[in-house]
């Protein structure tokens, strides 16, 4: 996947031709609420289940395509952010182009859940670079729901990388990806194994995998970003806080403006390739 190129023009004017009709913007999302709880699902462009492989993939109109990844928490204790990121990510593409930020980005897009409380716990889309990821932003379904517990599935997202995700960036040019999790909680306690074959119809090991392991395995081939942004439930919370440092160090981010997490992104990107570039 990651054909095409992003329009501006062309996501602003489907932008209006939805008010101008009166479609809302994220009218999967709505629609799934006529639809009993049990019986609701990720649209099928986000479906996770049976998918055997998402891919970056270089191309004569990409010849060197840098992956970037973009998964956000939608459970309650994010409050009305879910809804801040699904309009800005969006943007992305134009900030990225505008900046000249990187070659080639190709953007996948998906949410977070509960795998334990949730019905649709996870929801990744494919790798594009065109105007089709602000058709599956607008197809990921804000369930709003959670545990309870403070924890979250961020582990099985991040397995879901680790597993499913191959790009030439790192087969062909050994260079990392790209991945930032939004969210606003603790992993859970560890990955169970019961999720996995749950939700990606694999077989029950019977083996939880360690949350550690799962972000050590992830670091090898992604530069790992969590963001926590304002207004959520535990955005000054210690534990969460210490949390995602013991995981990730520095790459543990307070975001004081949901809506500029785009430009953050994108600026994020640009400082690491120029490191890169310095060090080439």
Do not use: C
Request: glycine content about 8%; cysteine-free.
């Amino acid at each position: 996947m990651g054909a095409g190129t992003f329009s501006t023009r062309n996501y602003e004017k489907a932008a209006a031709t939805r008010a101008a009709s009166g479609q809302a913007d994220f009218a999967y999302t709505d629609s799934q609420r006529f639809v009993p709880r049990h019986e609701r699902k990720a649209a099928a462009s986000l479906d996770v289940s049976g998918v055997q492989i998402r891919e970056s993939r270089d191309s004569d109109e990409h010849p060197e395509s840098t992956p970037i990844v973009t998964l956000f928490d939608v459970t309650g204790s994010m409050h009305r952010v879910p809804v801040i990121l699904q309009k800005q990510l969006g943007n992305l593409f134009d900030i990225l182009d505008r900046g000249s930020y990187v070659k080639d980005p190709q953007i996948m897009v998906g949410a977070i859940g509960d795998d334990v409380y949730d019905t649709v716990p996870l929801q990744i889309g494919q790798f594009e670079s065109d105007n089709r990821v602000d058709d599956q932003l607008r197809e990921i379904y804000l369930e709003g729901g959670g545990g309870g517990d403070k924890r979250e599935g961020y582990a099985l997202a991040a397995h879901f990388v680790n597993t499913k995700v191959v790009t030439d960036a790192w087969e062909k040019r050994q260079k990392k990806g790209y991945l930032f999790i939004i969210g606003d909680e603790l992993n859970k306690d560890s990955l169970y194994s019961r999720s996995v074959a749950k939700w990606f119809g694999e077989p029950d090991t019977g083996e939880n995998i360690s949350v550690e392991s799962v972000y050590e395995e992830l670091k090898k081939k992604w530069e790992v970003f969590y963001i926590l942004p304002n207004l959520t439930r535990y955005y000054d919370d210690q534990e969460i806080a210490s949390h995602w440092q013991g995981l990730l160090g520095e790459r543990f981010v307070k975001l004081d403006d949901a809506a500029t997490v785009a430009q953050f992104i994108a600026t994020t990107i640009a400082a690491h390739e120029e490191a890169l570039e310095l060090q080439g």
